[in-house]
């Protein structure tokens, strides 16, 4: 398996935005091969003296960190599934912009070792 982990800060008024726009990428995430989408809103997101989730995305005041995963079977299947997202219309997102500042964003992709 192969994950694509992210995590980001969210306007709280933004928060019915986010979820409307992860609900509409995810059916074309799940069309082009990934397995599972999770989408999670912060609730115990401590503080950190030297790191944190909140030092890394710069959460500002008024805004919640976001930590979300998408599951593809293989690495290649994900190559395959991102070309594919990225030449689809639907993710374009016409006439909406994104619901949170996507520079402090951070996102990578993973080799998993261990499900359980």
Same mark, same amino acid.
Do not use: C
């Given at each position: 398996?192969?994950?694509?982990? *992210?995590? =980001? =800060?969210?306007?709280? #008024?933004? @928060? #019915?935005?986010?979820?409307?726009?992860?609900? @509409?990428? %995810?059916?074309?995430?799940?069309?082009?091969?990934?397995?599972?989408?999770?989408?999670?809103?912060g609730?115990d997101?401590?503080?950190?003296?030297?790191t944190?989730f909140?030092?890394a995305?710069?959460? !500002?005041?008024?805004?919640?960190v976001? *930590? %979300? $995963?998408?599951?593809?079977?293989s690495?290649q =299947?994900?190559? #395959?599934? $991102?070309?594919?997202?990225? !030449? #689809?219309?639907? &993710? @374009? &997102? !016409?006439? %909406? !912009?994104?619901? *949170?500042?996507?520079k402090?964003?951070?996102?990578?992709?993973f080799?998993a070792?261990?499900? =359980?």
């Open positions: 398996m192969y994950v694509d982990g *992210f995590v =980001a =800060a969210v306007p709280n #008024d933004k @928060k #019915d935005a986010y979820l409307e726009h992860a609900t @509409k990428a %995810s059916v074309v995430f799940k069309e082009y091969g990934a397995l599972s989408v999770v989408e999670a809103w609730d997101v401590p503080e950190g003296k030297l944190s909140r030092m995305v710069k959460q !500002e005041e008024n805004e919640t976001i *930590f %979300s $995963w998408i599951t593809w079977p690495k =299947a994900r190559d #395959d599934g $991102w070309k594919k997202l990225m !030449e #689809d219309p639907r &993710m @374009k &997102m !016409e006439g %909406s !912009e994104m619901p *949170f500042d996507g402090r964003m951070i996102y990578g992709g080799n070792i261990l499900e =359980a």
